[in-house]
């Protein structure tokens, strides 16, 4: 599992790309964990194209629980289209989960935070870690906004006010994004 999200008693998984050991395996998993004594089954499934060269890496779940923001590691034999970012419609789980918009950005997206129409993200990209991207205006080629991190974000991230708190490797553990800093 590399990432993991629970709201109102169900868990959506971001996880690794399939391997001839495990064929099934999807870039996320949906479970009811209500009664997790009784076993946790599996609601729904999600995978992206070109799933067996793509992790499923990062989560993000709207507060009202009806949109799933994705991240994937990049790859693939044709980079270009296989896409890293998914805004996924998870209002009605039992009639699957439809792309709402998604986005090949180069770079694997190691964390996600959402903010009114902006989604703030840390990167594999070694010059532009933290990008911040218009979800009204998607299609556009460079980000709204982007900073270079210094390190390799480890995929921790939140946001408190209008700061931006990134867990990183090395000698920067913490590295904080706001106005002035």
């Keep these: 599992i590399n990432n993991i999200v629970v709201k109102n008693n169900i868990a959506y ?27 946790i089954p599996r609601i ?10 793509m992790d499923g890496e990062s989560l993000y779940i709207s507060k009202d629980a009806k949109t799933l923001y994705l991240g994937r590691s990049e790859g693939g034999v044709n980079p270009t289209h296989n896409k890293e970012f998914f805004v996924l419609d998870i209002n009605n789980l039992a009639a699957g989960i439809p792309i709402t918009k ?51 974000s480890t995929g921790g991230m939140d946001c408190d006010g209008n700061f931006m708190y990134i867990a990183q490797r090395s000698n920067k553990a913490l590295q904080i994004i706001g106005p002035g800093l």
């Design 44 to 53: 729904q499934t999600f995978t992206s194209p070109n799933p067996t060269t």
């Design 13 to 39: 998984v971001a996880t690794p790309e399939p391997t001839p050991a495990t064929p099934e395996q999807e870039n996320l998993s949906i479970l009811d964990v209500s009664s997790p004594s009784i076993g």
């Design 102 to 152: 998604s986005k090949y950005m180069g770079s694997t997206i190691n964390a996600i935070v959402i903010r009114s129409n902006l989604a703030f993200m840390v990167t594999g990209d070694t010059n532009l870690g933290f990008q911040v991207w218009d979800l009204n205006n998607l299609n556009n080629a460079s980000p709204y906004g982007s900073i270079n991190i210094q390190q390799t």
